[in-house]
């Protein structure tokens, strides 16, 4: 990769605030958008000027990161090219990344190796949040078959001492159906369905259900659910902890 010429590095830059904040987006876009509009919502500002600055690669066209991780053998790896957006990232001169994606947290290690950059890690954090709102209770999580089978909720929940709750094989598809079918493709999105997920795994002793997927956390927005206790999203967090990074306390 061709190195930029400093002058054209953001944290050379004198009109540029410190840290810059570099964000791997598209993953999918609608999850993205999100994420920028709380990073909005949650930075302390009363003018433009206050507000956070942020180089996003919005980078759409990556491989599917869950079907690299259910088959690696038959599709596309995406490490790669998260890592060569991280580096480009690096040569604008971020200072740290985050990723509002959560299965894109199986390939963390590769991004950060590739780039040097520091992640602020979707999972880690939701786990944190999530562990800590159920007070001893179970954690279930909602999210797609690859950040399941990768099980990286699972292990974060289960260091941080927190019982996983994990949807059956029929409350999964469902799941499934809801990120890829409603929110990727822009096809309905069976509501009603996702709530009734909810309130059994509640049900079945979770304390609290995250919503582990970003496309979840779409729905989790589009039906007013950030009043519930008894949920925990990933992108909020995850926008939340971006703007503790960058020296900022974020509102509420």
Known sequence: MTALPP???VDADPAWSQPVVGVIGGLGPAATA????????????????????????????????????????HA???????ARDATRLA??????????CNTAHHFVDEITAASGLPVV???????????????GAGVAVLATDGTRAAGVYQRALQRLGAD??????????????????????????????????VEQLRADGAGVVVMGCTELSV??????????????????????????????????
């Open 7 to 9: 002058d054209l590095r």
């Open 34 to 73: 999100l994420f920028l509009k709380l990073v909005v919502d949650l930075t302390p500002a009363v003018r433009d000027q206050d507000h956070l600055d942020l180089v996003v690669l919005d980078h759409s066209t990556t491989a599917d990161r869950t079907a690299y991780i259910l088959d690696p053998d």
């Open 76 to 82: 596309t790896d995406p490490g790669p090219g998260l």
């Open 91 to 100: 040569a604008l001169g971020a200072a740290f990344v985050s990723i509002p």
């Open 121 to 135: 890690d979707v999972v880690e954090e939701t786990a944190r949040a999530a562990a800590e709102a159920a007070g």
């Open 164 to 197: 996983v709750v994990l949807p059956s094989d029929e409350q999964q598809k469902l799941v499934m159906s809801v990120i890829y079918d409603g929110v990727k493709a822009g096809g309905p999105v069976d509501v009603e369905g996702l709530l009734g997920v």
């Open 219 to 252: 729905v989790y927005d589009d039906q007013g659910w950030r009043e519930r206790a008894d949920i925990v999203d990933s992108v909020e967090t995850l926008a939340r902890a971006t703007v503790l990074r960058a020296g900022r306390t974020p509102r509420r």
